[in-house]
Nanobody
Framework: QVQLQESGPGLVKPSQTLSLTCTVS??????????WSWIRQSPGKELEWIGM???????VYSPSLKRRSSISRETAKNQFTLQLTAVTPEDTAVYYC?????????????WGQGTQVTVSS
């Protein structure tokens, strides 16, 4: 069973870059046709999809965050990373990493527990 775990700083100052890492165990991020996503939920708001990296390393981003987002991976460590630049207090949220089970059509089938990120000076 695949497991995901987010890690990164809980507090980031405005205008800085937020960096989060998702460590995956129980399955490889290079396994064909699985996608690996970042999703967030701000207080009082719905889940917001940020972007994803595919099994082959391709990336897709939400149009609203594309300008500030970058997702990369380190296959040797079975990790993928989110960088969000020029953060503001509006980027305060719980950030999740998740797997998209495309081969079996099950959508977001595995999630990390989430990590709280607060943007504040």
């Amino acid at each position: 069973q695949v497991q995901l775990q987010e890690s990164g700083p809980g507090l980031v100052k405005p205008s800085q870059t937020l960096s989060l890492t998702c460590t995956v165990s129980g399955g490889s991020i290079t396994t064909n046709f699985y996608y690996w996503s970042w999703i967030r939920q701000s207080p009082g708001k719905e889940l917001e999809w940020i972007g994803m990296i595919t099994y082959s390393g391709g990336t897709v981003y939400s149009p609203s965050l594309k300008r500030r987002s970058s997702i990369s991976r380190e296959t040797a460590k079975n990790q993928f990373t989110l960088q969000l630049t020029a953060v503001t207090p509006e980027d305060t949220a719980v950030y999740y990493c998740a797997r998209v089970d495309t081969p079996n059509g099950r959508g977001f089938d595995s999630w990390g527990q989430g990590t709280q990120v607060t943007v504040s000076s």
